[in-house]
């Protein structure tokens, strides 16, 4: 059996600012963009890779209760809702090119015990997004 890992979600309150940051920042490529009953859908994936990341409404159900919805945004803008991890050949370089478009840094790069070289940052959104690379040894 072979399984692999195909797409994952993370909940954006403005499409065309994540756009912007995914797309213009980090280098990723559009794949699709697509809207529903009033929502969107922006799906983006690194040119390097098959996996994508789907930007969607924080409740992408059109039978969500309002209350619901409101709970979901207020995570979001919290920066509650779970983060990315991505693998980088450069972890420092890719921290300065982030940082300069102005993201909002979490933490510069740092070697990790756990055997990596890290940092991190916020999308526009307020999701977490890391930025590894494994430690030379």
């Given at each position: 059996m072979d399984i692999k890992l195909s797409q994952c979600f993370i909940a954006v309150d403005d499409h065309d600012k994540a756009l912007a940051f995914y797309r213009d920042v980090l280098g990723m490529e559009v794949r699709n963009d697509v809207g529903f009953e009033g929502m969107r859908w922006v799906t983006v994936g690194s040119p390097a890779q098959d996996v994508e990341i789907v930007l969607e409404p924080p409740l992408?159900?059109?039978?969500?209760?309002?209350a619901d919805r409101q709970a979901m945004a207020e995570l979001l803008a919290k920066g509650l809702l779970r983060g990315v991890?991505?693998?980088?050949?450069?972890?420092?370089?890719?921290f300065e090119r982030i940082r300069a478009a102005g993201a909002d840094v979490l933490q510069e790069p740092m070697d990790q015990p756990y055997g990596v070289r890290d940092c991190a940052f916020r999308d526009?959104?307020?999701?977490?997004?890391?930025?590894n690379q494994p430690r030379k040894q």
């Open positions: 992408a159900d059109p039978n969500a209760a309002p991890i991505f693998t980088t050949d450069d972890v420092d370089a890719t526009p959104a307020g999701n977490m997004l890391r930025f």
